[in-house]
């Protein structure tokens, strides 16, 4: 099984986890935010309000003594020391007449509706001033110290603590993210992955061969379990494969011999047949007998006639090497080659090289009449199959009369031309 189908990357399962686990991130880093800004908004206000009304209570005793005396030098220092505060845009003390006694900054120009509703309600302030002589005293009303906040510097110091809120809580998501496709690739897509590849080397003829990973991390679950359905899977697949084979073998190759038997070679004789009559090519047969083969399965026994029969076969196989080629057992001591792409010329040199091979084994056989050793009779035909009409078997007819001439002329030779006897 080869590695074709390579998964993309933006379309891999760690991806998708990614992008999923980042968008589901974001959504819940924004709700998040969204609360803790609500929060920090409120704690905000609440600090701006204690620490104003710390400003102005430290202040209040001095600011009652200053407009109780109607002290403008006072006042003066009052107003500054309180106007050179952060977020202080105004500040205003008056007496008890509601006269300026002093007066520093004015009211900003600053207009946003979000602001405004989130701390419209805090950035003025009227702290009453009352004068006591002795701190028993009930005291009474002198004056009045006015202050406004800015709310433009609110909104400012409001916005960066937001900013930095958002930063953290996106730092936050995107170390979970992280976290999470590590985690993820490593116990799922990891392994998946790892299964995936061991499924791509998978050889199609071999499947029960395959590498079956092993996932170190993953006892018990659902990959172990899936890894282990795909092992028995592969197995009785290739269990299958090896039936088919056994059966086909059978059904196809000669048992004694090992070369294709006569039933597979009526079958691939009609392919090849036309196959060569779409390429217009010639076609050739060499018909095949072992001479006096009865003689010496009559003397030398059966056992012996069946080595003698795998020992030529195999001849036959080394001889002829062209993967096209069909070496097949056409009956007890017949042989049949086929030959495509061949004419008469390369069949009958063919046929020659292999009585030059069949020579050089010295099969010894004594009760032939025409040599000491096994030989053979060779009949050759070749011709160029050309329209529909014409069918193998006319050239499997011609080859075996020219076999018949081999025979009949005294054995242990090739024939390749019609001739009278």
């Known amino acids: 099984m080869k590695a074709s189908n390579q998964v993309s990357r933006l379309r891999s399962l760690t991806t998708k986890q990614a992008l999923a686990t980042l968008v589901a991130g974001f959504v819940l880093s924004f709700i998040a935010g969204a609360i803790e ?17 710390q400003m ?7 600011a009652a003594e200053a407009a109780f005396q109607l002290n403008p030098e006072l006042a003066e220092q009052v107003v500054t020391g309180l106007y050179s505060g952060d977020n202080i845009v105004k500040v205003e003390l008056r007496d008890d007449f509601d006269r300026v006694m002093f007066s520093l900054g004015e009211e900003e120009n600053f207009e946003s509706a979000f602001y405004q509703r989130l701390f419209g309600d805090i950035v003025h302030y009227q702290q009453p001033l009352e004068y006591r002589v002795v701190a028993s005293d009930s005291g009474r009303q002198v004056g009045e110290l006015e202050l406004t906040l800015s709310l433009q510097a609110l909104s400012q110091s409001f916005t960066e603590r937001s900013l930095l809120i958002i930063l953290l809580s996106i730092l936050k998501t995107l170390g979970i993210v992280f976290l999470m496709v590590w985690v993820f690739a490593f116990l799922i897509t990891g392994p998946l992955l790892r299964v995936y590849n061991a499924l791509q080397s998978v050889n199609l003829e071999k499947p029960g061969k395959w590498h079956r990973p092993y996932l170190k991390y993953n006892k018990g679950d659902e990959l172990e379990h899936l890894v282990k359905g795909l092992d028995d899977l592969l197995k009785a697949f ?8 056994q059966l086909h073998t059978l059904s196809t190759v000669d048992a004694l011999t090992g070369v294709a038997n006569r039933r597979y070679f009526d079958e691939r004789l009609e392919l090849i047949w036309t196959e060569s009559r779409e390429r217009q090519e010639p076609l050739a047969i060499l018909f095949i007998d ?18 003698c029969l795998k020992k030529v076969a195999n001849l036959l196989l080394s001889t002829i090497t062209r993967p096209d080629d069909l070496v097949a057992r056409y009956g007890g001591e017949e ?10 010329q390369g069949a009958n040199q063919l046929a020659r090289r292999i009585q030059d091979n069949i020579k050089k084994l010295h099969l010894l056989h004594e009760f032939s009449s025409c040599s000491q050793h096994i030989t053979l009779s060779i009949g050759v035909a070749s011709e160029t199959p050309m329209n529909h009409e014409m069918h193998p078997e006319r050239l499997l007819r011609l080859a075996d009369e020219r076999l018949y001439l081999a025979k009949a002329r005294g054995r242990n030779q090739v024939v390749s031309e019609h001739s009278d006897i």
């Open 290 to 307: 072992i001479d006096f083969f009865k003689l010496f399965n009559d003397n030398y026994g059966h056992a012996a006639g069946d080595e």
């Open 238 to 245: 290739q269990s299958g494969l090896d039936q088919r084979d």
């Open 335 to 344: 042989f049949v080659c086929v030959l495509p792409g061949t004419g008469l």
């Open 37 to 53: 800004l609500f929060f920090d908004a409120r704690k905000m206000r609440d600090e701006i309000q204690i620490q104003t009304s």
């Open 56 to 62: 102005l209570k430290l202040v209040e005793a001095t």
